[in-house]
């Protein structure tokens, strides 16, 4: 089946430093991605998404960047803070489809 | 307060005992999905529903019923658990079937 992965499983950071989180994923009639962090004993929790008729979009100290040439999703988090350290995923879903495809997950630790 | 609510959030059972985990949301979702989460897999959706008594199958649907007869509740039942359905569980709630969608604080399950 369609996968979608993380090229790094972990990642570690100073605080202040920037962070970018990648994802690659194989289905080429995906057009709609989404990234969520998941705090230790949390559910997931939606940060920023994106349709495939845009390469970037900005929220508040988050970018994520869309590659369709290469099938690659980026996650950019600015002046990293030690609240960012949890686990990202990115999620993928195709126009029609009835649910989403999530990574395995990148552990983001930031440390002071 | 918006918010997804599960319970329990934490289960040990018995092989072939049945169990219900039940959702509710607050927030007159008409999406609601069930997804479990196992180390290495990422999330996988079990069960999803669109509305009132409309409910269809997942990824993983195998030994796992739903149903929804209100729009705010979405139990999961499992007749006959058994230990490969040691899991922790997510149920989520949606305004749209993609796109932002609201976690609980998940149910870690164990089936000895």
């Known amino acids: 089946g369609e996968s979608v992965g993380l090229h790094l499983p972990t990642l570690s950071v100073q605080e202040g430093d920037n962070s970018i989180i990648n994802c690659a994923y194989s289905?080429?009639?995906?057009?709609?991605f989404i990234w969520y962090k998941q705090e230790s004993g949390k559910g997931p929790q939606f940060i920023i998404d994106?349709?495939?008729?845009?390469d970037k979009r900005q929220g508040q100290r988050v970018t994520v960047l869309l590659n369709k040439t290469v099938k690659h999703l980026s996650l950019q988090i600015a002046a990293t803070q030690p609240g960012d350290s949890a686990v990202y995923f990115c999620?993928?879903?195709?126009?029609?489809?009835?649910?989403?495809?999530f990574g395995t997950g990148t552990r983001l630790t930031v440390i002071p | 307060e918006a918010q997804v609510t599960q319970n329990p959030r934490y289960l040990i059972t018995v092989t072939g005992k049945k169990l219900t985990v039940t959702c509710s949301q607050n927030m007159n979702h008409e999406y609601m999905s069930w997804y479990r989460q196992d180390p290495g897999l990422g999330l996988r959706q079990i069960y999803y529903?669109?509305?009132?008594?409309?409910?269809d199958k997942g990824d993983v649907p195998e030994g796992y019923k739903v149903s929804r007869k209100e729009k705010r509740n979405f139990p999961l039942i499992l007749e006959s658990p058994s230990p490969n359905q040691t899991s922790l569980y997510f149920c989520?709630?949606?305004?749209?079937?993609?796109?932002?969608?609201?976690f609980g604080q998940g149910t870690r399950l164990t089936v000895v």
């Open positions: 994106i349709r495939s008729n845009m």
């Open positions: 989520a709630s949606s305004r749209r079937q993609i796109g932002e969608a609201f």
């Open positions: 999620a993928e879903t195709s126009g029609g489809a009835n649910n989403l495809f």
């Open positions: 529903s669109m509305n009132v008594e409309v409910t």
């Open positions: 289905n080429s009639a995906s057009d709609y």
